[in-house]
C-alpha cells in the first residue's frame, strides 16, 4: 500500500499559486500590451484639449495624464479576475491537488499578485508617458504641474493604484463567481446592472455615483484602507461561499 | 519555452519602465513653471475686478515689460486703436502740467509673458495710436494627475479651472495722461477706455 | 483497508438519476474495472470520488474521508480522462513539471522516459495534440503521479492498437513495481481483462456484480439446444440472456450453478453446455433478460 500523502492547506495553496504564476503567466504579457496600447492612446492624442482666444492671444491645452492607462489596467484585471471562475479555469485547477478552498485562495493569491504588478506597471507607465512627451514631442510647451511627480505622490499612487485594482480584481472575481451558479444569472446581472443605471437616470438619484464616490472621495488614507479592505473581503467572502459547493466539470 | 518567453517579456517590460523611472528622475526637466495661481485672482469672482486688484497689488503680481515716453505739449490727446483687434487701455490721471505722457504695458508674470507680443504705440501730433499686441497662438501640454495620485488632496478636481482662469488677464495697458490734457477716444466699437480712479 | 466505500449511494442531475442505491466497497492495491454500458453511471461515480461531484444522498467514503472537498483525497488521487483540463499556455512539457510540482510521489523519470517513448514533442500544446496523443499524454500524468488511487475513465479514447498495448503494458509494469488502487473504467471488457483482478459492474446507476475476474469467467453458462429441454433445466433461475434462433431451439444463459449430477444430466440430455466469456457475460447483464439487437428485427 502506498503510504497516504498528508498535505495541509497552506501547502496546497502555495503549490496551487505558484502554478497559476507560471500557467497564467501569459496574463502579464497581455497587461504590458494593454498598458502600451493606452500609453500610445495617451500619447498619441491627448485626452483631452481645449482652446481659449482673447483679444490677443489663443491658448490651447491638450491635457495627458496616466489616467487612462490605469483604466485599462483596471478592465485587465476585473475581466482576467471574472476568467479565473469559468469553469474553464477551474477545471484546471482540478486537474491536480486542490480543493475549493485552496483553489480560491491560490486565485486570490493571485489576484494580489496582479494588483501588485498592475498598479506599479500603471504608475510606472504614467511616468514612462511623461518621458515620452518630454523627449519624443517638443517639450518647451510642457507645464511642469503636474508633470514632475515627487517620488512621495509616485509611492501614493502606486499603493492606491492597487487597492484600487484589488478591489475591481474582487469585483470581477465575485460577479464570476455569481454568474457560475446558474445560466439565467447570466442576463439577470447584467439586467440588474443596467436597471441601477435607468433607475438613477430617470429619478435623478445617484446609487452608481455614490457607491464610486464611497471609494474615490475618502480623503483619509486610514478610512480609504479600510473601506477598500472591507469591500475586497466581502467580494472574496461572497465569491468563496458561492463557489465552495460548486461541482467540477 | 512558452513559460520563457512570457517571463522575459514582463522583465523586459518592467525593465524598461525603470529604466523610465531612472530617466524620469535622474535628469532634470524643464518645463514651464506652474502658470501663476495666486489666490487673489483665482478667489475673485468678478473678472472685472481683476485689473483694479491687479493694480493695487501690481508690486505683487505683475510685471512692468514696457514703457513708452512722450513728451507732449498738446491740450488734447486722442487715442486710437489702431486696428480692428480690441484694446482695453486703462487711463490714470496724473499730475497736471507736467507734460508727460507715459504708457505702460504690464503683464501678469508668468512663463507666459514671454511669449507674447508688445502692443505697438506711436504719437503723431495729438493722435496716440494703440495697437494690440499680434496675437499669438500658444499650444500647451499640460498633465491632469492621475487621480490615483491625488485620492487623499482635497479639491484637485478644480485643478483645470484654476488652470483656466490663471490664463486671464495677463497682459494689460496702462497710460498715464496729465490731469490737464483733455481726452478724446474713437472707439471705433473696437476700443474701451477705462477710466481708472484719479488720486 | 477500503479504499472507496460506498453505501446506498445516490446521485442525481436535476430529474436524470444517475447513480442509484448504490453500496459497494474497492479494496487497496488492487485493479478494479468499472465496466457497464454509455450512460451506466461510470464515470459520475468516478467524480463522485475525486471530488469533483457531490453525492445526492447516501454515503461515500474514499481513504475513509468524504471526498468532496478533501484535500488529503485530492492529493492521493489521479482522476485520467479525455477531457483533463490542462492550460493552454504551457507547451506539454512544462504541464509536466507543473503536475510534477503537486504529486507528492510523481515520478519524474518515468514521465521523462514514457514522454519520449511515445515521442512527444516537448514544445507542443496540449490542445493541438490529436485525440489519440491527448489520451497518451493524460495516462502519463496519471501513470507517473504514482497516487494511491489512480482513476482511468475511459483512457484509451482515441489511441489506435499498437499504443493501447504499450499503455495497457506500462500500467501493468507500474503497478507491480508500485502498487496501488486503480479503477479503470471502460464499456468493454475484453480490452482490459487480462489486466484487472476485480469488476464492477454497473448498469443504469446501479451495481450488477462485483467479483473477481476469474470468478466471472466461471460465472455463467450457456445452455443450447431444444427449448422445451432447455426450459426444464432454467426454470428456477434467473435468465440473463435468451436467444431463439432455427425452429425451436433456444441458447439461455444462466448462473453456473449446477451441481455436477444436473450436469451430468444435462449432457446426457444433449444439451450443449457453452461457457460464457466474461465479457460477454457484462453486455448480457446490462442488457437485461431481453434477446439483444436480434429482438429489434424478429418482430416481436
Known amino acids: 500500500m502506498m503510504s497516504l500523502a498528508e498535505i495541509s492547506l497552506g501547502k496546497a495553496v502555495k503549490q496551487q499559486y505558484g502554478f497559476k504564476i507560471r500557467a497564467y503567466g501569459n496574463l502579464f504579457v497581455s497587461l504590458m500590451a494593454v498598458q502600451l496600447i493606452a500609453l500610445l492612446f495617451t500619447a498619441g492624442g491627448a485626452t483631452g484639449m481645449s482652446g481659449m482666444g482673447w483679444d490677443n492671444i489663443y491658448i490651447e491645452i491638450r491635457y495627458y495624464s496616466g489616467t487612462m492607462i490605469f483604466v485599462f489596467t483596471a478592465l485587465w484585471i476585473a475581466v482576467n479576475s471574472f476568467m479565473l471562475t469559468l469553469p474553464l479555469f477551474r477545471n484546471i485547477d482540478f486537474s491536480f491537488v486542490t480543493n475549493r478552498i485552496s483553489s480560491n485562495l491560490a486565485n486570490i493569491g493571485f489576484m494580489i499578485t496582479a494588483a501588485v504588478a498592475g498598479g506599479g506597471t500603471a504608475a510606472l507607465g504614467s511616468i514612462l508617458l511623461r518621458n515620452i512627451l518630454y523627449y519624443l514631442t517638443e517639450s518647451g510647451s510642457l507645464i511642469g504641474a503636474n508633470f514632475m511627480v515627487a517620488p512621495g505622490e509616485l509611492f501614493i499612487g502606486v499603493v492606491v493604484g492597487m487597492l484600487y485594482l484589488l478591489l475591481f480584481s474582487a469585483a470581477g472575481y465575485f460577479v464570476g463567481a455569481l454568474l457560475q451558479l446558474h445560466r439565467s444569472l447570466y442576463v439577470l446581472v447584467p439586467a440588474l446592472l443596467l436597471g441601477v443605471l435607468l433607475y438613477d437616470a430617470a429619478y435623478e438619484s445617484a446609487l452608481m455615483l455614490r457607491l464610486i464616490g464611497f471609494f474615490s472621495l475618502e480623503l483619509s488614507p486610514l478610512l480609504f484602507v479600510l473601506k477598500i479592505a472591507g469591500a475586497v473581503l466581502l467580494l472574496w467572502t461572497g465569491a468563496g461561499l458561492i463557489s465552495n459547493r460548486a461541482e467540477i466539470r | ?199 | 483497508m477500503k479504499v472507496i466505500a460506498c453505501r446506498e449511494l445516490r446521485k442525481q442531475f436535476g430529474r436524470t438519476v444517475a447513480l442509484n442505491d448504490l453500496s459497494f466497497s474497492i479494496k487497496a492495491n488492487k485493479i478494479t474495472g468499472l465496466i457497464g454500458p454509455n450512460g451506466a453511471g461510470k464515470t459520475t461515480l468516478l467524480k463522485i470520488a475525486a471530488g469533483y461531484l457531490r453525492e445526492t444522498a447516501g454515503e461515500i467514503r474514499v481513504f475513509s474521508r468524504q471526498p468532496f472537498n478533501d484535500l488529503t483525497v485530492s492529493a492521493n488521487t489521479v482522476f485520467v480522462d479525455d477531457n483533463m483540463a490542462l492550460p493552454g499556455t504551457l507547451n506539454i512539457a512544462e504541464i509536466l513539471d507543473a503536475a510534477s510540482l503537486f504529486y507528492p510521489h510523481w515520478d519524474h523519470r518515468l514521465a521523462l522516459r514514457l514522454f519520449e517513448y511515445f515521442s512527444f514533442n516537448p514544445r507542443a500544446l496540449h490542445k493541438s495534440l490529436s485525440k489519440g496523443m491527448k489520451s497518451t499524454f493524460n495516462m502519463i500524468i496519471g501513470l507517473s503521479a504514482h497516487c494511491a488511487l489512480t482513476i482511468f475513465d475511459e483512457p484509451t479514447v482515441g489511441m489506435d492498437a499498437a499504443v493501447r498495448r504499450d499503455f495497457y503494458r506500462a500500467l501493468l509494469q507500474d503497478y507491480l513495481r508500485h502498487p496501488r488502487t486503480m479503477i479503470i473504467s471502460s464499456h468493454l471488457l475484453s480490452e482490459i481483462e487480462d489486466l484487472l483482478e476485480d469488476i464492477l459492474l454497473l448498469s443504469a446507476g446501479r451495481k450488477r456484480l462485483q467479483l473477481p475476474v476469474a470468478e466471472l469467467r466461471e460465472y455463467a453458462v450457456g445452455l443450447r439446444g431444444a427449448a422445451g429441454l432447455v426450459e426444464r433445466f432454467t426454470a428456477d433461475k434467473e435468465i440473463y440472456r435468451r436467444e431463439t434462433f432455427g425452429a425451436n431451439k433456444v441458447f439461455v444463459v444462466v448462473r453456473n450453478s449446477f451441481s455436477g449430477a444436473v450436469l451430468e444430466e444435462i449432457r446426457a440430455a444433449g444439451l450443449e453446455l457453452l461457457p460464457v466469456s466474461a465479457e460477454d457475460l457484462c453486455v448480457y447483464l446490462t442488457s437485461g433478460e431481453r434477446g439483444g439487437i436480434d429482438d429489434v428485427f424478429s418482430g416481436n
Open chain 2, 1 to 199: 519555452m512558452q513559460l520563457k518567453f512570457y517571463r522575459y517579456t514582463f522583465i523586459i517590460y518592467s525593465a524598461v519602465l525603470l529604466l523610465s523611472l531612472a530617466l524620469f528622475y535622474l535628469f532634470p526637466k524643464t518645463v514651464l513653471s506652474e502658470i501663476e495661481l495666486d489666490s487673489s485672482g483665482v478667489e475673485d469672482q468678478s473678472d472685472h475686478d481683476a485689473p483694479i486688484d491687479w493694480e493695487r497689488e501690481q508690486l505683487g503680481g505683475a510685471k512692468l515689460y514696457h514703457e513708452w515716453h512722450f513728451d507732449y505739449a498738446g491740450a488734447c490727446l486722442e487715442v486710437a486703436p489702431a486696428d480692428s483687434e480690441e484694446v482695453r487701455v486703462h487711463v490714470k490721471r496724473t499730475e497736471a502740467g507736467t507734460g508727460r505722457i507715459v504708457a505702460e504695458e504690464y503683464r501678469r508674470d508668468s512663463p507666459l509673458s514671454g511669449m507674447m507680443n508688445s502692443y505697438e504705440v506711436d504719437l503723431t501730433g495729438n493722435k496716440l495710436s494703440v495697437k494690440g499686441p499680434q496675437r499669438c497662438e500658444l499650444n500647451f501640454k499640460v498633465f491632469t494627475p492621475e487621480f490615483t495620485v491625488v485620492q487623499f488632496r482635497e479639491g484637485e478636481r478644480e485643478h483645470s479651472q484654476r488652470l483656466h482662469r490663471s490664463f486671464e488677464f495677463f497682459q494689460l495697458f496702462y497710460l498715464y495722461v496729465p490731469g490737464d490734457v483733455e481726452l478724446d477716444f474713437e472707439p471705433d466699437g473696437n476700443g474701451h477706455l477705462i477710466i481708472m480712479d484719479e488720486e
